[in-house]
T-cell receptor
């Protein structure tokens, strides 16, 4: 969806390496969600922000994952160190206030940890 | 608590036949309900949503869904399946708050 740009689109990395995924919602989408999708677990909410402040990160493994929103048009999700079980698709999904806060998904970052 | 149940992880229909994908939710307050579609190697695309008002909601690509409070259902239908409808479909619910809770998805296969 054009409301959000996610990078990288695809990433293959070795176990133990740091991975940073970026999400650029267009200005005005004040609430941003991070979801993870795997075959086994389906779609899981990792964390979300409103007006750059974290509201809920209970779905995120705290020991290796961190999420930030340093400004209104950039959200990041970092994994350090990465593990094979982190292999998944990570979606950024901003909510659009003028559309009843409907959530729209980016194309995802497809992560493979080997 | 809220949950979403999608009946049938795989559904196959013939091209031109009716598509019916089932979704039931549990919620003690009126929910907001959504259907998303995911094509292979792509993100989730919003098909349609129900928030308030008319209970029959029309979405993109000829799909529609009806909110039935008495049955706690929000089934997705399309009168005539097309090959391009082959994808995975997710029902989702918001009850108050903002967080979407997803069902486990239904993979739709279209038989030529």
């Amino acid at each position: 969806d054009a409301r959000v740009t996610q990078t990288p689109r695809d990433k293959v990395t070795e176990m133990g390496q740091e991975v940073t995924m970026r999400c650029q919602p267009i200005l005005g989408h004040n609430t941003v969600f991070w979801y993870r999708q795997t075959m086994m677990q389906g779609l899981e909410l990792l964390a979300y922000f409103r007006n750059r402040a974290p509201l809920d990160d209970s779905g995120m493994p705290k020991d290796r994952f961190s999420a930030e929103m340093p400004d209104a048009t950039l959200a990041t999700l970092k994994i350090q160190p990465s593990e094979p079980r982190d292999s998944a698709v990570y979606f950024c999904a901003p909510a659009v206030p003028r559309d009843g806060n409907t959530i729209y998904f980016g194309e995802g970052s497809w992560l493979t940890v080997v | 608590a809220q949950s979403v149940t999608q009946l049938g992880s795989h559904v196959s229909v013939s091209e031109g036949a009716l598509v019916l994908l089932r979704c039931n939710y549990s919620s003690s307050v009126p929910p907001y309900l959504f259907w998303y579609v995911q094509y292979p190697n792509q993100g989730l695309q919003l098909l349609l949503k129900y928030t308030t008002g008319a209970t029959l909601v029309k979405g993109i690509n000829g799909f529609e869904a009806e909110f039935k409070k008495s049955e706690t259902s929000f089934h997705l239908t399309k009168p005539s399946a097309h090959m391009s409808d082959a994808a995975e479909y997710f029902c989702a619910v918001i009850r108050g708050g903002e967080k979407l809770t997803f069902g486990t998805g239904t993979r739709l296969t279209i038989i030529p």
